[in-house]
Each structure stands twice: as structure tokens, then as C-alpha cells.
């Protein structure tokens, strides 16, 4: 167990006689704070895994951001990340010039305890050095990892964030409508639309109350024919029912089966009011 290491401020920032509003200028004050950063974190024995980025604007207005890692970042890390977030406070129009820029590392520790930690490995290192090149080159949000955040359906629960960086978990809250899990697997495309029949080979709808308009019988997918072993639902969702263009949808999971085929399939299906059926994810 290693002792709690004494607080200190490692934070390092920069007024430029001139305010920065400029890419190239804020590329060359990232390289030089960053440079200076890492040779505090250097002499008082340490590495950064949470980073501010603060920016006071010239008219007094304050912009940050919060970059957390899985590894410690380098000097170029550091560099580049605040280069990316200075272009895009610089660009994004309306933040103006940056009169002062500090850094400071919210979350450091040690090295070795960072590479017992995470047991890092020469295939890893391979890859983080790899996807560091492509970010360095294009832009820290060229290279994107998945999480999973809250939500109704599939896609909508998983978001993307540049690699490296570790943001929290959205809190789940109640989501009403949301599908209990297990969660399917494998996403299709938004065009897939499929029928549902009941046993006269009528369609199936959902109803302005929520219902099933008939019990499922049969699910047809182009050419080929499922017959229905069991469903669940549907639950309901409202999107966005506070503006004009608020559409109201349903998600089913059914179980069917092809006469031709072994096993059954699993299905979550995704209804549209006005626009019939359709399959979202795959189990």
C-alpha cells in the first residue's frame, strides 16, 4: 500500500502578450505548456491521467475541458490534445481570442503503479502507439472507442469517444419505454422493413393505445416467412414529443422460426406510426 502523496500544484499557464486566436499560435502554446507540464510532472516523480484544459477569453469568459486516459499521457499526448481543443474552441466561431491558457492535471500518479495497474503489454502498446500516430495526424477524434450510456433501444446506447479518453458512464435513470435485456448483439440496417401477419395474413399494428392490434402469427422478411413462437411488448416511446416533428414508436421482441431452418431467430423490432415495421437489432 503506498502512502498518499502530498498535494501539489503542477499546474502551468500561459498570457501570451498577444491573445491567441489563431490555429497556429495555439498549436505552438500547447507544445510549449505541455512541455513544461511534463517536466514538473517529471520532477516531482509523477504522470497524469486526468487533464483541465481552462481557457480565459479576453472578454473574461471562462471554457474548459477534462480529458481523462486509460495510459499516461505524453508530452506530444498532452500536446496534441490541447492543440485539438484550442482549434475547436477557436474555430467553433463565437468563443473569441484566448488570453490566458492553463493546465492542470486533476489526477496523477506514479509510474510504476499506473503500469501495475493496467499490466500493460507489448500488443497494447503497439496499438495505443498506433492509434496515437493516426490522432496526432488527423485529429483526436479520428480514433473513437464505444461505451455504453442509457437509453430506450440499441443504438442509442452506445456512444463514441476519442481513444484514450475515459468519460463516466451517463446515469441509467428510469427510461421509460426502455427494453429489458438481455440486449441483442447485432445491429441492421435502418432500411430493413418486415411485415408482422396475424393468422389471416393480416397486418399487424400498433394501436393509438399501445396494443397490438392482432396476435402475431407470422414475420415476413422479403421472401422468406417466420413463423411467431413468442413476442413480448410493445413498449412505447414518445420521441421528442415537444417539437414539430415528435414521432411516436414501439419496439417488439419476437421469436420465429422457418420451416427450413433448424434453430429460431430473435428479433427486436422497431415500429414506426405511419411507416409499418421494421428490425432493429438481431439476437
Not at 475547436?88 to 503503479?113: K, Q, R
Not at 443504438?155 to 446515469?171: H, Q, S, W
Request: contains cysteine; neutral net charge.
Amino acid at each position: 500500500v503506498a502512502p498518499d502523496l502530498p498535494a501539489a500544484d503542477l499546474s502551468v499557464a500561459v498570457t501570451p502578450e498577444d491573445p491567441i486566436d489563431r490555429v497556429d499560435a495555439a498549436a505552438f502554446a500547447a507544445r510549449q505548456l505541455a512541455n513544461i507540464l511534463h517536466e514538473r510532472l517529471r520532477t516531482a516523480g509523477l504522470t497524469c491521467l486526468r487533464l483541465r484544459v481552462l481557457a480565459e477569453l479576453a472578454d473574461g469568459t471562462r471554457l474548459e475541458r477534462i480529458w481523462r486516459t486509460r495510459e499516461p499521457l505524453t508530452e506530444s499526448a498532452t500536446a496534441d490534445r490541447v492543440r485539438w481543443q484550442l482549434d475547436g474552441w477557436l474555430t467553433s466561431g463565437g468563443a473569441g481570442a484566448i488570453a490566458t491558457l492553463i493546465l492542470e492535471p486533476l489526477e496523477s500518479a506514479p509510474p510504476d503503479v499506473v503500469g501495475a495497474l493496467w499490466g500493460e503489454r507489448n500488443d497494447t502498446t503497439a496499438v495505443r502507439r498506433a492509434a496515437n500516430r493516426v490522432q496526432s495526424t488527423l485529429g483526436i477524434d479520428k480514433v473513437l472507442t464505444p461505451r455504453l450510456v442509457g437509453g430506450r433501444g440499441v443504438a442509442e446506447r452506445i456512444d463514441f469517444v476519442p481513444y484514450g479518453e475515459e468519460r463516466g458512464v451517463d446515469k441509467q435513470g428510469s427510461w421509460p419505454g426502455r427494453i429489458p435485456g438481455p440486449l441483442p448483439a447485432r445491429l441492421t440496417h435502418p432500411a430493413t422493413r418486415v411485415r408482422m401477419l396475424n393468422a389471416r395474413a393480416q397486418d399487424v399494428v400498433v394501436t393509438a393505445e399501445a396494443l397490438l392490434s392482432d396476435t402475431p402469427h407470422a414475420l415476413g422478411w422479403g421472401r422468406h416467412r417466420y413463423r411467431v413462437a413468442a413476442w413480448a411488448g410493445p413498449w412505447p416511446v414518445d420521441t421528442g414529443w415537444w417539437g414539430p416533428d415528435a414521432q411516436r414508436v414501439a419496439r417488439l421482441q419476437v421469436v420465429g422460426q422457418a420451416e427450413n431452418e433448424r434453430h429460431p431467430r430473435a428479433w427486436l423490432l422497431l415500429w414506426l406510426s405511419g411507416g409499418g415495421w421494421r428490425i432493429e437489432a438481431g439476437y
